[in-house]
């Protein structure tokens, strides 16, 4: 069986929150083959950690794609603080076509537009993906399962960071499925009584106060913030108020645009403009949304950038989709080139992370080789980009963990999904299949 047939059969997408279905990488013929351990999102340290417990995996990861794909040179790319994982992964490998990129300590340096960049020098092209320039990109946690579907284990685990108002921040791998109460209880339960969660990152992820949601195969890490906190505040407002308080309030600095990661890229991406779709000028949306088309949604500009505290990120978001839904794709007219102030408007951290009032939450997060054993895991069907996988159980199965329990018509664009522990089924859905432990 091929490597790509194997990464297939074992559901292996791509573990740093994208969800991409691997295997449709491992059949790329590149050049580039480009490991992302550059973890950008304040407070979340699970490539760090897995790095550092599992670099023969990963390693070995690499180098699987790296024969499947015929890729000449292999590039890891890991933040320059990050100096234990350098050092795991450099003892790792003896491959000399493998070298190691080490990135300043920016955000959203684990962007893949900016990693390929600086690993490759060339800038992908607008609403392109890293194939069109000859480099594949997977997260160093997707490398650890290829390296294990190649001996045919599946992806029933996920390797988490839990982190924030909790008693003990650590990271582990839980099971698929399994909800965040449980995460949260595994770390001695909240240091607050109210909270919020934010799942996958401040920046980029999510805010839920449902306990009952669970882990998937994209989960990098939830944050456990008090609910009084400025980021839950911010982020629980309705997107009605958002874009009341933008439409009143931008006085069209332009300091989003200025410091917006993809514009100094070359992208033509200005979400100043893209505020003016919140109808403070009399040109219609179709006008300001093209300059939201090529937004990556990093963030920046809303948490960071804009000294109102407004939400243009929030306003491209808006436009993309009103853009997706009439059929229409900004086409860049202005050369892709990289601007020349980039390197000096490059946003550090720890100002970041200061800007979010989070300092005091960045603690360690270290790895804890244990097993989670819930009592049940709620194992949704579509944790992947593309079709939701099919139920091939049937209520009152008994499975056994690594068990395949959602499968995917081959040819169709999705993965598998297997179950994360030995148990019955006891509910099936067109979302999820609920197994009780046994
Ligand atoms: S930074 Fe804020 S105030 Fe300035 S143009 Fe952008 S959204 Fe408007
Ligand atoms: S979210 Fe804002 S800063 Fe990030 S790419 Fe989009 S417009 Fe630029």
Redesign the pocket.
């Known amino acids: 069986m091929s490597l790509s047939q194997k990464i297939f059969e074992a559901g292996v997408v791509g573990a740093g929150g994208a969800g991409f279905p691997t295997h449709v990488k491992a059949k790329s013929q590149v050049e580039y083959m480009i490991a992302n351990g550059a973890e950008c999102e304040p407070l979340i340290h699970k490539d760090y950690e897995i790095m550092l417990h599992h670099a023969k995996e990963i390693v070995n990861g690499l180098e699987l794609m790296m024969a499947e794909t015929g890729a000449r040179k292999g590039v890891f790319g890991i933040k320059s603080k990050n100096a234990l994982a350098i050092e795991a992964i450099e003892n790792a490998y003896s491959n000399g076509k493998i070298r190691t990129l080490q990135l300043g300590d920016f955000y959203p340096t684990g962007d893949e537009y900016e990693l390929v960049y600086e690993a490759t020098g060339k800038l992908i092209p607008p609403h392109g993906i890293p194939l069109d320039i000859g480099a594949v990109v997977n997260n160093v946690e997707t490398l650890y399962n290829i390296s294990r579907a190649a001996e045919g284990i599946p992806v029933t685990e996920k390797f988490v960071c839990v982190t924030g108002a909790v008693k003990n921040p650590s990271t582990f791998f839980a099971p698929v499925g399994i909800s965040f109460g449980e995460l949260i209880e595994h770390c001695g339960g909240t240091t607050v009584e109210n909270f919020g969660i934010f799942i996958g990152g401040l920046l980029m992820g999510t805010l839920t106060f449902d306990l009952n949601e669970v882990v998937t195969k994209t989960t990098t890490g939830i944050i456990i913030l008090p609910q009084d906190h400025y980021m839950i505040q911010r982020m629980n407002r309705s997107i009605n108020d958002m874009n009341r308080i933008?439409k009143s309030a931008?006085?069209?600095?332009?300091?989003?645009t200025e410091f917006c990661p993809r514009y100094l890229l070359g992208y033509d991406v200005q979400?100043?403009k893209v505020?003016r779709s919140l109808e403070f000028t009399k040109s219609g949306n179709a006008v300001w949304n093209l300059y939201a088309d090529l937004c990556s949604s990093c963030g920046l500009?809303s948490l960071y950038?804009?000294?109102?505290d407004?939400y243009?990120r929030e306003a491209c978001d808006q436009s993309k989709a009103e853009l997706k839904s009439q059929g229409i794709k900004y086409e860049q007219v202005k050369p892709l080139k990289v601007h020349p102030v980039r390197d000096g408007r490059k946003v550090p951290l720890k100002q970041l992370m200061k800007k979010l009032n989070v300092t005091h939450y960045n603690f360690q997060t270290p790895f804890r080789d244990e097993k989670l054993m819930p009592g049940s895991v709620r194992v949704p069907l579509k944790q992947h980009v593309g079709a939701p996988a099919v139920p091939v159980v049937k209520k009152g199965q008994p499975v056994k963990k690594g068990d395949l329990i959602g499968d995917i018509k081959e040819g169709t664009l999705g993965a598998k999904v297997h179950s994360s522990i030995n148990g019955i089924i006891k509910e099936i859905n067109n979302k999820y299949i609920l197994i009780d432990k046994i």
Do not use: I, N, R
């Not at 931008?250 to 989003?256: H, K």
């Not at 950038?305 to 109102?308: A, M």
């Open positions: 933008g931008c006085d069209q600095c332009s300091y989003c979400p100043h505020m500009c950038s804009c000294p109102e407004l243009p």
